[in-house]
């Protein structure tokens, strides 16, 4: 079926390793967002991307980066894992970066739990 | 401050409506209210969005004060499924960049057989 969905669902990492995380969306929507669930905050947008190779920083960018070759695809990667950065990540994607239109809305995909020991 | 208020939790009983309120004193007029829910395990799910009117649809209702200072959501009759974190969020139309979702913390609604 068509849709989002981001891998891996667990990962273990330890401080200081790179970690990638995945994000593929068959839709073909322009904007893509990365986001970050912690107890206490919500979930807070990390960065996010308008179409392939434009993106921008959000809330929370420090100590990730992210590419967009691919309409598709939009990997979040974490260069130097800390603590700090154990979270549950989700992915999202959206036809225009405007949700303020009528009908626009964001798709989220399931989650990736990332534990940095 | 972009972000909503909601109460931490509420509880209701199953047949029943339930009417989940937001504060958004700061919203711009440019700004639309969007509803979102999170089931345990799962990402985010589009509920519900407006901007001055009262909106409905097959899964809830919105309102939202004349004044766009506060909303509240309504689920006529809740469901055991309709457990979940429930989160009011502005759309912040931002010049050259679009919109983005700014959430808060939520509500987290329990619902009793």
């Known amino acids: 079926d068509a849709g989002i969905t981001q891998s891996p669902r667990y990962k273990i990492t330890e401080t200081g390793r790179q970690v990638t995380l995945m994000c593929h969306q068959t839709?073909?929507?322009?904007?893509m967002f990365w986001y970050r669930q912690d107890l206490g905050h919500g979930l807070r947008l990390i960065y996010y991307s308008a179409a392939a190779d434009i993106t921008d920083k959000g809330e929370v960018p420090d100590g990730y980066v992210v590419s967009r070759s691919k309409t598709e695809n939009f990997p979040l990667t974490l260069e130097s894992a800390t603590r700090s950065q154990t979270s549950v990540y989700f992915c999202a994607s959206s036809v225009s970066g405007t949700v303020i239109s009528t009908n626009e809305k964001l798709f989220f995909g399931s989650g990736t739990q990332l534990s940095v020991l | 401050d972009a972000k909503t208020t909601q109460p931490n939790s509420m509880e209701s009983n199953e047949e029943e409506p339930v009417h989940l309120p937001c504060n958004h004193s700061t919203i711009s007029g440019t700004d639309y209210i969007h509803w979102y829910r999170q089931l345990p395990s799962q990402g985010p799910e589009y509920v519900i969005h407006g901007l001055t009117s009262n909106v409905n649809n097959r899964m809830a209702s919105l309102a939202i004060a004349e004044d766009r200072k506060s909303s509240t959501l309504i689920l006529h009759r809740a469901t055991l499924r309709d457990a979940a974190v429930y989160y009011c969020i502005r759309a912040l139309h931002i010049y050259n960049q679009g919109g983005k979702l700014i959430f808060g913390q939520g509500t987290e609604l329990s619902v009793k057989p």
């Open positions: 839709w073909s929507h322009s904007y």
